[in-house]
């Protein structure tokens, strides 16, 4: 089952996809490189180092949306968990363990003690795996569990599957910001090492390739600054690998510099 913001999520989707196909364009279009060229030469440079900067940034938005798109709609344990919130408010005092159990299914974590039960589900893939809470109780007399309370009340998972974009103060905001950052932070890294080896393309390529791939430095230094702004636990190869391949772009950019200042 999906999230109750499927609509909005695959627009937000749609829109990422808009602007990385739409920075893609404007950067790779001979016809507008031409228009803005016949202009003036410095809006030529100008232009072109934007739009490399803009795909850049883009292409780490997108991946980010992707993931998390994924996570939120795609993934079966997400599903899962949107079916258990859909449900919650059907799990009332006094239901028996076994009624609660067919229609949660299985819970993340069991505590049991004497008496009772205390059972955690996922119902916001986002909150948490401990998103949802039931406990279950007895006594001698009556030795089948029954739910007696769960945590969080009816209305707040109601106002939950309203509200498509959480409080800032709350635990799934939190959730929200650091997947975006570790996603944001994963593609920065791999864009910098596609870039590097995209570095390595051979030197002698058509003019205009050519001139299009003195911008890489621009893209790497946007790749570069959110990769460090977003990374928290990496990899030892991974830290130490950023300036490195900065370098070896470096190093490729002042060949191709040196291969056109050369043929003029």
């Given at each position: ?156 998972v109601l106002e939950n ?19 975006i950052s570790d996603s ?36 790497a230094l946007v790749l ?41």
């Amino acid at each position: 089952m999906n999230s109750p913001f499927l609509f909005e999520n695959i627009v937000v989707l749609l829109l990422l996809i808009g602007i990385f196909t739409g920075s893609l364009y404007l950067l790779l279009s001979k016809k507008l490189s031409d228009y803005i060229c016949n202009r003036s030469k410095v809006f030529l440079v100008l232009y072109r180092a934007a739009t490399s900067v803009a795909l850049a940034a883009s292409l780490v938005g997108l991946f980010s949306g992707i993931w998390l798109f994924y996570l939120i709609e795609i993934n079966d344990f997400s599903r899962d968990c949107w079916k258990r919130s859909y449900q919650w408010q059907t799990i009332v005092p006094g239901m028996s363990h076994d009624q609660a159990a067919e229609i949660m299914g299985k819970p993340f974590s069991i505590y049991r003690y004497q008496n009772g039960e205390q059972s955690t589900y996922c119902i916001n893939p986002i909150s948490g795996l401990d998103s949802g809470t039931i406990i279950f109780s007895g006594n001698t007399n009556e030795p089948e569990l029954k739910v007696f309370s769960k945590t969080p009340d009816d209305q707040t998972v109601l106002e939950n599957l309203r509200g498509w974009i959480p409080d800032k103060s709350s635990k799934t905001y939190a959730n929200y910001a650091e997947i975006i950052s570790d996603s944001s932070a994963f593609c920065a890294f791999y864009g910098l090492f596609g870039l590097a080896i995209l570095t390595f393309y051979p030197f002698k390529m058509s003019e205009l390739s050519t001139l299009r791939m003195l911008y890489t430095p621009l893209a790497a230094l946007v790749l570069k600054a959110i990769y460090e702004s977003h990374r928290t636990a990496v990899w030892d190869f991974e830290l130490f690998s950023v300036s490195p391949l900065f370098t070896i772009i470096i190093i490729g950019w002042i060949v191709r510099l040196g291969i056109i200042l050369g043929s003029d």
